[in-house]
T-cell receptor, first 113, second 116 residues
Framework: SQQGEEDPQALSIQEGENATMNCSYKTSINNLQWYRQNSGRGLVHLILIRSNEREKHSGRLRVTLDTSKKSSSLLITASRAADTASYFCATAVFSSGNTPLVFGKGTRLSVIA | GAVVSQHPSWVICKSGTSVKIECRSLDFQATTMFWYRQFPKQSLMLMATSNEGSKATYEQGVEKDKFLINHASLTLSTLTVTSAHPEDSSFYIC????????????FGPGTRLTVL
């Protein structure tokens, strides 16, 4: 089952611009993570934000979390052509000991040089 | 670091044959491993949760007799696609959880399966 819904589904920007991707989810979560996936490749973990955090930074990445709205955003500043990839949010819902990550539909980002 | 490998990285097989995909945690023990499937330009869909020494738990709509999962050791889980058909062509990704912390989940590089 999928929990997250990202928007936009596809985003095309010029190099140097900022890219903002949003993710909404349905149930209460323990944490929310963002991943990047280059075409046909595996996942690269970008950042994790816990449910009691509102904002987190890592390099050119800024993630926000609004648990009241069940939404998160990922901002990539000063984008580069190498940032071209699909970006997924994934949520962890703590239940019994097994807690898979549930992925959103993803945003395909194209950064044009 | 925590490294998860998958083998093979890609495989092409004929319709009706079976294919085994291995997922290994190289430098940690994984009591739980997860298998995901990803169709082109789509997201990852959880197929099953695999616990060492017990039967896998399959997500709704995933045929357990078609996708056989074995988690025989703390470092190895296998997914066997039995009697593969072209519609099984997909990218299969495993992840392994280290310990009980929810964020201690590490992903393999994926296996591209093409069924002719």
């Amino acid at each position: 089952s999928q929990q997250g819904e990202e928007d936009p589904q596809a985003l095309s920007i010029q190099e140097g611009e900022n890219a903002t991707m949003n993710c909404s989810y349905k149930t209460s979560i323990n944490n929310l993570q963002w991943y990047r996936q280059n075409s046909g490749r595996g996942l690269v973990h970008l950042i994790l934000i816990r449910s009691n955090e509102r904002e987190k930074h890592s390099g050119r990445l800024r993630v926000t979390l609004d648990t009241s709205k069940k939404s998160s955003s990922l901002l990539i500043t000063a984008s580069r052509a190498a940032d071209t990839a699909s970006y997924f949010c994934a949520t962890a819902v703590f239940s019994s000991g097994n807690t898979p990550l549930v992925f959103g539909k993803g945003t395909r980002l194209s950064v044009i040089a | 670091g925590a490294v998860v490998s998958q083998h093979p990285s890609w495989v092409i097989c004929k319709s009706g044959t079976s294919v085994k995909i291995e997922c290994r945690s190289l430098d940690f023990q994984a009591t739980t491993m997860f298998w995901y499937r990803q169709f082109p330009k789509q997201s990852l869909m959880l197929m099953a949760t695999s616990n060492e020494g017990s039967k896998a738990t399959y997500e709704q709509g995933v045929e357990k007799d078609k996708f056989l999962i074995n988690h025989a050791s703390l470092t190895l889980s296998t997914l066997t696609v039995t009697s593969a058909h072209p519609e099984d062509s997909s990218f299969y990704i495993c992840s392994a959880r280290r310990g009980l912390a929810i964020n201690e989940q590490f992903f393999g590089p994926g296996t591209r399966l093409t069924v002719l």
